[in-house]
């Protein structure tokens, strides 16, 4: 975690001082590659003061001085091009080391917390922080820091040439940038701009998220044919959201308008500077002189100035890209402890476990929860949708920290395990199967990366995955994901199933994951079940009450309390919450729908 909280600008350079010496040098080069810049306009002033001073006769010019002058410019104008050449190698090397560093210092962070982290924040949201929100602190180091080195140096050039010619003409220069700038502040730095920059980022997040929402959904849509009605609503989202983009504009249009033209049209003020001053001249040639240079030297005032307004603009995005880079920083790390225990018994334990997912008591999901599912025995949670059946089993491999009480195995305290062996000691089967893009034999062997081939084949046979698996193109070398190869939801989970058989771990967490397989599969899968149980402390996570009937223990969660406890005969002898429960449930799968509408069973 982060020690200081800096925010904006300040947390931008805090990171960019990571490669502090390759930052100053970039920035020290591309000022003085703006210094450089200057040299062609002076030789450019005292060429034609040279010539001015010879207009009469120029046969008396001193051709080797021009001639050096002349070189001066080519030499200082190449001088200007590789200090920024060198100033950009620099800011390049600093930005690309610091992105690589912060990558793998993010990869290390989210590894280090608890799975409970990475269920509320989905894969998709952590990849978008890496490629998007990381990745445009580079444009800040490569390219932001050496521009605004560059553009302040070029206001304080300006003021040295301001007093070293003619202060007057000068400061006609400087005026209508410093006009340009009070319109940016006028128009931008109020709070009411702000409110509008603000609901402008709103909306453009409102018609992403449509977007996404839009083509995730839209195998639903098709299906429910809401084609046109969907389109409808993001089409007018996307409307509103052209419709404020047009308000904001209008509504700015005038002032930016206004600064690119002043910012453009410095000359134009210092023609009228010129000939408001030229009343009181007495050395024209002088005037004259001073008049040219400072008109040439106006065309080279737009480009910093811009530049300048667009660092402040584009830091403050960059900013908030890494904000949010550092909310995921500011998660706190599974604590671990520093001498980790282990044990030879894994009978589990709930003592007292009070829980709640914003920290707080109120509004807790589990409150004094206490029971003990033995090793060898099958240990279900049956209850309503959102009881706290899954926020229990989440608690044993610390997706979570208990607030109050403890989860104990064999005794001890999980928080008293590493990490590294508390993963080794319990499989977590989940509802959501995920299979990564390899083979079949990788994806079982993630469960035990030593093993040989042949236990894993025999684990594939044990959770019924040999048939399917011999039936593909490659057998058990086939890529999972590639064209063509499609495994279905069924074939999924024993595929998971076997990873965690081949895992054998001694404690086993099961979201019941049959609902919504076919009977073929449902047999197959409490096959592989059973298998994957043998001798095992196992908790399952019951959807559906057919599933614990068998159970040795059934643990009924209402409102995150245990209320009632014991085998499926006696809860339906003692006629309490749970003999409703199972009245209701056989009550319901009685029905059956047939092409005249619902009506119960005979069988
Ligand atoms: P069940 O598995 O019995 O359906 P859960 O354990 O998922 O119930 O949920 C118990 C309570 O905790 C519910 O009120 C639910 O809304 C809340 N809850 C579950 N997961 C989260 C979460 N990640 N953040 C906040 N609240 C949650």
Not at 85 to 97: E, G, Q, R, V
Not at 130 to 152: M, T, Y
Not at 181 to 194: D, E, H
Not at 221 to 231: D, H, L, R, Y
Request: net charge neutral.
């Amino acid at each position: 975690m982060r020690d200081n909280r800096k925010t904006g600008i300040p947390r931008l350079w805090e990171l960019a001082s990571r490669k502090k010496a390759l930052v100053i040098c970039s920035c020290v080069l591309a000022a003085a590659s703006v210094v450089a810049s200057f040299s062609p306009f002076l030789a450019v002033y005292f060429i034609i003061k040279e010539l001015v001073a010879h207009f009469a006769d120029l046969s008396s010019l001193d051709a080797p001085y021009l001639t050096r002058l002349g070189w001066a410019a080519c030499g200082g104008a190449a001088s200007a091009i590789a200090l920024n050449f060198s100033a950009l190698m620099c800011s390049h090397i600093a930005a690309f080391t610091t992105l690589y560093e912060l990558k793998l210092d993010f990869a290390r962070h989210i590894a280090s917390l608890s799975l409970g982290f990475h269920t509320a924040n989905p894969t998709g949201k952590l990849r978008k922080v890496v490629d998007e929100n990381i990745e445009k602190l580079e444009g800040f180091i490569a390219h932001q820091l050496p521009d605004l080195a560059g553009s302040l140096t070029m206001p304080l050039v300006t003021l040295v040439i301001l007093f070293a010619f003619d202060w007057r003409l000068g400061l006609a220069s400087l005026v209508p940038v410093a006009l340009g700038y009070l319109i940016q502040a006028a128009a931008f730095g109020n709070s009411a701009a702000r409110a509008f920059m603000k609901h402008y980022q709103d909306s453009l997040e409102d018609m992403n998220n449509a977007a996404v929402e839009y083509v995730r959904g839209i195998s639903v849509i098709k299906a429910f044919n809401q084609t046109v009605f969907s389109f409808r609503k993001f089409h007018g989202i996307i409307k509103n959201y052209g419709k404020f983009c047009m308000g904001y504009t209008m509504a700015f249009e005038p002032y930016m308008a206004a600064f690119m033209l002043i910012i453009n049209h410095v000359y134009l003020f210092l023609i009228l500077a010129v000939i408001a001053l030229s009343g009181g001249v007495t050395d024209y040639g002088g005037f004259a002189l001073a008049s040219v240079f400072y008109l040439i030297f106006s065309l080279s005032l737009p480009t910093p100035f811009t530049k300048l307004l667009y660092v402040s603009r584009l830091g403050g995005q960059i900013a908030d890209g890494i904000a949010r880079m550092d909310r995921v920083l500011d998660a706190a790390p599974l604590k671990e402890t520093a001498s980790p225990k282990t044990t030879r018994e894994y009978s589990l334990s709930f003592e007292g476990v009070g829980f709640s997912y914003d920290g707080e008591n109120e509004a807790s999901a589990l409150r004094g929860v206490t029971f003990t599912a033995r090793q060898g025995e099958v240990t279900a949670l049956a209850g309503p949708s959102g009881s706290g059946k899954s926020t229990i089993a989440h608690l044993i491999p610390r997706f979570y920290d208990v607030g109050e009480g403890a989860v104990k195995i064999g005794g001890v305290d999980v928080r008293d395990m590493s990490a590294d062996y508390l993963m080794s000691i319990v499989s977590f089967v989940f509802q959501d199967v995920f299979l990564f893009k390899q083979s079949i034999l990788d994806n079982i062997k993630i469960g035990d990366p030593n093993a040989s081939r042949e236990q894993i084949i025999a684990a594939a046979r044990a959770a019924q995955c040999h048939e399917f698996a011999e039936r593909l193109p490659d057998g058990y070398d086939t890529v999972v994901g590639t064209k063509n190869i499609h495994l279905s939801g069924g074939e999924r989970q024993r595929v998971v199933i076997a990873r965690a058989i081949l895992k054998n771990a001694p404690v086993i967490v099961l979201d019941e994951a049959t609902a919504f397989a076919d009977p073929e599969n449902e047999q197959k899968i409490q096959a592989a079940f059973e298998e994957l149980m043998k001798d095992k402390t196992v908790i399952i996570i019951a959807h559906r009450l057919s599933t614990v009937r068998g159970a040795d223990k059934i643990l009924v969660v209402e409102s995150g309390r245990i209320v009632e406890e014991g085998r499926h005969d006696n809860l339906i002898n003692a006629g309490g919450r749970y003999s409703h429960m199972w009245e209701q449930y056989t009550g319901t799968v009685n029905w059956t729908i047939t092409g005249k509408g619902a009506k119960p069973c005979s069988a």
